[in-house]
C-alpha cells in the first residue's frame, strides 16, 4: 500500500470546492465546500458567485484535506485537477491553484476529465474498476451511457440525452413545484411518502423505433409541468409527493432499463452507476433490484462520492500515475467543453513535465452532446415548457 501513489485532487467544475487525497484505491480525505446555499435564491448556480467562493475556499480545503489525511505536501506523489467540463470561470480557479502547488512543490500535474472522476471515484468504495466498465453516468448536465475499456484512456459514449440531463429535469420538476434547489435531493425524499404509480407520466425513447441507448427528458417535463398546470388551474392542490414519486419513477425506470440492456448487449456483467443523480435511493434500489435480475453486479459509490467532490479527481489521477500516463504541461488548460472521450487531459505538447511517459493522446473535440453545467443559467420560467 505504500508504494501505491499519493495524489491531491482538485474539484471545481461547478459549485463545490472539492479537494480529495487517496493512496491508489484508498479514501484519505474528502474536504468539500460548498456555495450552493448562495446560489439557491436564483434557482441556479450562478457562474461569477461561484467562481468567486472556489477562490475563497481553495486554500482552506486543500490545508484541510491535508490535515484529515495526515499526510504532507510534500509527500505527493502528483496533484489531479478537473480540467473539464464545467464552468470556464470556476475550472479556471482549480486548474490556475493545482498548478500553482504542482509547480511549487515540484509534483507532477495531471488534468482529469470530471465525467470519467465520476467513474473512477467508485475504485475507492468497491476496489479496481472491472475492464470493461459499463458506466451509468447521471449528473445535473449530462446523462450517458458509457463503456469504459480503461478508464484513463478509453471511454467510449454508447448513448447520451438527446436535450435535458436527469439531474437538470430533477431540477426543473423541483422549480415547479416550488421546492428548492438542487432539486435531487427533495423530490427524492418528498417521493419517499408518494405512489409512483399516481400518475403514468411518459417514459422517454422507449419506443421501439427509438434509439436504444440514448435518453430524452424534456418531454417528460413537459408532461409533469402541464399536469401540474391543470390541477393548478382547476384551483385543485397538487399532491406533491404522488408528482414526485411518479416523475422520479419515470426517470429511474428508462435509466436502469436502458443501461441494463447495454450491459447485455454489449456482454458486460458490472454497472457502475455516477454522478450526483446516482445518489437518488430510488434509482439505487430499482438498479439493484434489475441486476439481480439479470445477473449483474452493481457498484454505486455511497451518495457523498457520487455527487461532486475532489476524492473522484484524486482516484482519477491515482490511476494515471499507477499506469504511467504522462503529467500534463503547464500550459494545461480548462476545457468548459471537454468530451468524455478524452478522460485526461496532457496538454498542448502531450508529452508532460513530470513523472510518467505514457503516449499523449489526440485532442478529440467534438461538441455533440450539450455540455455539463449548461442548465445552470437557464433561470427563466419560460424554459420549462422548452
Ligand atoms: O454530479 P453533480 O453533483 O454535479 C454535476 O456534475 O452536475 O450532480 C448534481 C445533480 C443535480 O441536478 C442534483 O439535483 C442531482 O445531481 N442530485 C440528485 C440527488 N442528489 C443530487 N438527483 C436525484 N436524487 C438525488 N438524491
Ligand atoms: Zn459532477
Same mark, same amino acid.
Given at each position: ?7 491531491? $485532487? ?30 439557491? =435564491? ?6 461569477e ?44 480557479? $482549480? ?9 511549487a ?25 472491472p ?17 469504459? &475499456? ?6 467510449? &459514449? ?5 436535450d ?15 421546492? $428548492? ?21 411518459p ?7 427509438? &434509439? ?5 427528458f ?16 382547476a ?48 434509482? =439505487?434500489a430499482?438498479?439493484?433490484? =434489475? ?25 482519477? $489521477? ?10 500534463s ?5 480548462a ?10 487531459? &496532457? ?38 415548457y422548452?
Amino acid at each position: 500500500m505504500a508504494d501505491e501513489p499519493l495524489v491531491l $485532487g482538485i474539484e471545481t467544475s461547478c459549485d463545490e470546492t472539492g479537494v480529495g487525497i487517496v493512496r491508489g484505491t484508498t479514501l484519505l480525505a474528502d474536504a468539500v465546500a460548498s456555495s450552493v446555499d448562495e446560489h439557491a =435564491r436564483f434557482g441556479g448556480v450562478v457562474p461569477e458567485v461561484a467562481s468567486r467562493a472556489h477562490l475563497e475556499a481553495m486554500v482552506p480545503t486543500i490545508e484541510r484535506a491535508l490535515k484529515e489525511a495526515g499526510v504532507s505536501a510534500k509527500d505527493l506523489d502528483g496533484i489531479a485537477v478537473t480540467a473539464g467540463p464545467g464552468l470556464a470561470g470556476a475550472l479556471l480557479v $482549480g486548474t490556475s491553484a493545482a498548478k500553482a502547488y504542482a509547480y511549487a512543490l515540484g509534483k507532477p500535474l495531471y488534468g482529469v476529465n470530471h465525467l470519467a472522476s465520476h467513474i473512477c471515484v467508485d475504485q475507492l468504495e468497491h476496489g479496481p474498476l472491472p475492464e470493461p466498465t459499463m458506466a451509468l453516468l447521471v449528473s445535473g448536465g449530462h446523462s450517458s451511457l458509457l463503456l469504459a &475499456p480503461d478508464i484513463t484512456s478509453d471511454v467510449r &459514449p454508447l448513448g447520451a440525452t438527446i436535450d435535458d440531463a436527469a439531474g437538470e429535469a430533477f431540477d426543473k420538476i423541483a422549480r415547479v413545484l416550488n421546492l $428548492g434547489f438542487p432539486g435531487g435531493p427533495v423530490i427524492d425524499r418528498l417521493a419517499k411518502e408518494g405512489d409512483p404509480k399516481a400518475i403514468h407520466f411518459p417514459r422517454g425513447l422507449t419506443g421501439a423505433k427509438d &434509439p436504444v441507448y440514448d435518453f430524452s427528458f424534456s418531454g417528460l417535463k413537459t408532461a409533469v409541468a402541464r399536469w401540474i398546470e391543470a390541477k393548478r388551474n382547476a384551483g385543485e392542490e397538487v399532491p406533491v409527493r404522488d408528482v414526485a414519486a411518479s416523475f422520479q419513477e419515470a426517470v429511474v425506470d428508462v435509466l436502469t432499463r436502458k443501461a441494463i440492456r447495454a450491459c447485455k448487449d454489449e456482454g458486460v456483467d458490472h454497472l457502475m452507476i455516477g454522478g450526483g443523480v446516482a445518489a437518488n435511493s430510488r434509482l =439505487r434500489a430499482l438498479a439493484q433490484e =434489475r441486476c439481480d435480475d439479470a445477473g449483474i453486479v452493481l457498484r454505486v459509490p455511497r451518495p457523498k462520492l457520487c455527487t461532486d467532490n475532489g476524492a473522484m479527481v484524486a482516484a482519477l $489521477g491515482a490511476e494515471m500515475v499507477a499506469r504511467n500516463r504522462p503529467a500534463s504541461d503547464w500550459d494545461l488548460s480548462a476545457d468548459s467543453s471537454l468530451p468524455v472521450t478524452d478522460p485526461h487531459v &496532457p496538454g498542448s505538447g502531450g508529452h508532460g513535465h513530470g513523472a510518467g511517459h505514457g503516449h499523449g493522446h489526440g485532442h478529440a473535440h467534438g461538441h455533440g452532446h450539450a455540455h455539463d453545467h449548461d442548465h445552470v443559467h437557464e433561470l427563466s420560467k419560460d424554459n420549462l415548457y422548452s
